[in-house]
């Protein structure tokens, strides 16, 4: 099990309760997309995704962005036990989705910055600290079912 | 995933907007990085002092945007342009490899935080294949 501190937990919950979903979802997708190209490949079907402008006026893009980010609450309200939280939707990206699981720290990477440049100089090293630690334990989660 | 010339162009655009500001983004880069990455404080057993803004980190942060800043203008042959400063981390330094990725990304992030209307994925994507490019001119000289 995870050990959390509290300053760890006041942090997660403060900084996704000042998270607009609706702007860092797609802003941390769009950025994954343009960032590293090669994670185009899992959005054959959404349209146009042929240059950075395109890719960040998508709609399909920014509705998927604000989809994920949304998911991520699910492991801020468990934060005891983001394994058991995310088991289904491991089995969901290994078997169906057949998602390379290497993307999901590409994607926690990009979230980062996208909350960074949002929270400025209150996203200090301890805070950067605590918020990685809780996306590396969600890309753990996420990758767990993989066989 | 070599830079093109827009890569390097970007990258010189955004040098040239932010190195006056490069003591304070190495500063708190390298701070940064003991701090989320502690196995990284391994290196510095010799510091009195590893807290951000210490007078060591301070002083190694410059350290290191002085050797970006030589990167950004050898951008258009890395390998031979940090050449001595690959043999001095292979040799003398011998720091892993890994540890390369890691600080790159700690300068992302402050580079977000410090200028995030200059810090677009397009600019992001051409630092980041940047420091890629450095830390593997870096990384040149280890076997």
């Not at chain 2, 397009?122 to 990384?139: I, N, R, T, W």
Request: glycine fraction near 6%; charge should be neutral.
């Amino acid at each position: 099990m995870v050990e959390w501190t509290d300053f760890e937990r006041s942090t997660i919950a403060d900084i996704f309760s000042k998270m607009s979903y609706e702007t860092v979802g797609p802003a941390a997708l769009t950025r994954c997309l343009i960032v590293y190209p090669w994670t185009q490949r899992y959005f054959g079907n959404f349209g146009n995704l042929y240059n950075a402008a395109a890719i960040m006026g998508n709609p399909n893009v920014a509705k998927h962005g604000t989809t994920i980010l949304h998911g991520l609450d699910r492991a801020v309200k468990n934060m005891d036990d983001i394994k058991g939280t995310y088991a289904e939707l491991s089995v969901l990206h290994s078997e169906k989705l057949h998602v390379d699981p290497d993307n999901f720290k590409l994607l926690a990477d990009c979230l980062t910055v996208v909350v960074a440049a949002q929270f400025g100089n209150a996203f200090t090293g301890e805070v950067q600290a605590a918020f990685q630690k809780f996306l590396a334990v969600v890309v753990s989660s996420l990758g767990r079912q993989y066989h | 995933m070599s830079l093109t010339e827009k890569d390097k162009a970007t990258v010189k655009a955004l040098w040239g907007k932010i190195s006056k500001s490069s003591d304070a983004i190495g500063a708190d880069a390298l701070g940064r990085m003991l701090v989320v990455y502690p196995q990284t404080k391994t290196y510095f057993t010799h510091w009195s002092d590893l807290s951000p803004n210490s007078a060591p980190v301070k002083n190694h942060g410059k350290n290191v945007m002085s050797g970006v800043a030589l990167a950004v203008s050898k951008i258009d042959d890395l390998t031979a342009g940090l050449l001595d400063l690959s043999e001095q981390h292979a040799f003398t330094l011998r720091v892993d490899p890994a540890n390369f990725k890691i600080l790159s990304h700690c300068i992302l992030v402050v580079l977000a935080i410090m200028f995030p209307k200059e810090f677009t994925p397009e600019v992001h994507v051409a630092m980041d294949k940047f420091f890629c490019g450095v830390s593997l001119a870096l990384s040149e000289k280890y076997r």
